[in-house]
């Protein structure tokens, strides 16, 4: 799942949850879905500040050698 729609899916289950008409079985498994969700995105966060930091570092070493 791409971090727009990990982002539309954690804010379905938010609304869910806020509307506190769902039983405590189907509540836990929401919060583990959104859980799961939220440490997806820490990933894809890490992983796209990686590939900035690396494009940064390139384009210094580009830089310095002109």
Same mark, same amino acid.
């Given at each position: *799942?791409? #971090?727009? !729609?990990? +982002?539309?899916? +954690? =804010?379905?289950?938010?609304? &869910? *949850?806020?509307? /506190?008409? @769902?039983? +405590?079985?189907?509540? +836990? &498994? &929401? #919060?583990?879905? /959104?859980?799961? @969700?939220?440490? =997806?995105? !820490?990933? %894809? %966060?890490? !992983? ?5 930091? @690396?494009?940064?570092? =390139? ?8």
């Amino acid at each position: *799942m791409n #971090f727009d !729609d990990s +982002l539309k899916r +954690l =804010n379905e289950i938010v609304n &869910l *949850m806020e509307k /506190g008409n @769902i039983d +405590l079985d189907k509540a +836990l &498994l &929401l #919060f583990e879905e /959104g859980s799961d @969700i939220i440490k =997806n995105c !820490d990933k %894809l %966060l890490d !992983d796209a500040e990686q590939k900035v930091t @690396i494009y940064k570092n =390139n384009q210094e070493v580009e830089f310095d050698h002109e």
